[in-house]
């Protein structure tokens, strides 16, 4: 805000800006039309085109791409054959990754629970006093070992595990 005041009034010794004021003397900026600006595109795009065509004649007029590679250079893949297959393991026996959930399981599990319960869903657990937030309740839930939740476990070469909650330490 700044303060104005006329002539025959007293100065105040201080004035308050803000980032939106624009000042007692400042003219407003001429902004620029569609047309302004299509015009400086274009000549942007003419300068453009006109390196690209001495960049081909200093090279010998090879054939250049978009990507700026030359054709010849273009490398191109076959597919791969990606097929997912499961472990079942025997009893409670962890086969991929440690035997414990790790910090990126445990913040992932507890981002998608605190999320579910600020969106009125239902504790599994009875709420302790101190707990004042999602989060905090969702982690009491992890660590409670009360979430009906399995963890997937995927190896590069396309095996997999479901490991559930209660058999994480």
């Keep these: 805000m700044v303060v104005k005041h006329s002539s025959n009034q007293k100065t105040s010794s201080k004035k308050f800006k803000t980032k939106t004021d624009k000042g007692i003397n400042s003219a407003p900026k001429k902004s620029r039309s569609r047309r302004d600006v299509s015009t400086t595109t274009k000549k942007i795009a003419i300068k453009h085109?006109?390196?690209?065509?001495?960049?081909?004649?200093?090279?010998g007029d090879t054939p250049v791409k978009k990507s700026g590679r030359p054709e010849d250079e273009v490398v191109t893949y076959a597919?791969?054959?990606?097929?997912?297959?499961?472990?079942?393991p025997n009893g409670?026996?962890?086969?991929?990754?440690?035997a414990r959930i790790t910090r990126f399981e445990k913040a992932r599990i507890t981002g998608a629970r605190s999320l579910q319960l600020s969106l009125g869903a239902p504790a599994f657990i009875r709420v302790p006093h101190e707990v004042r937030d999602s989060i905090s309740l969702a982690t009491a839930e992890l660590y409670a070992k009360a979430l009906p939740i399995s963890i997937?476990?995927?190896?590069?070469?396309?095996?997999?595990?479901?490991?559930?909650?209660d058999w994480l330490k």
Excluded: H, M, S
């Excluded at 006109?50 to 081909?56: D, F, M, S, V, Y």
């Design 49 to 59: 085109d006109a390196t690209l065509e001495k960049a081909r004649v200093q090279l």
């Design 79 to 88: 597919e791969v054959e990606f097929e997912l297959k499961e472990i079942i």
């Design 92 to 98: 409670n026996q962890i086969l991929i990754g440690p």
């Design 152 to 165: 997937r476990r995927v190896l590069p070469n396309g095996v997999y595990q479901d490991i559930p909650i």
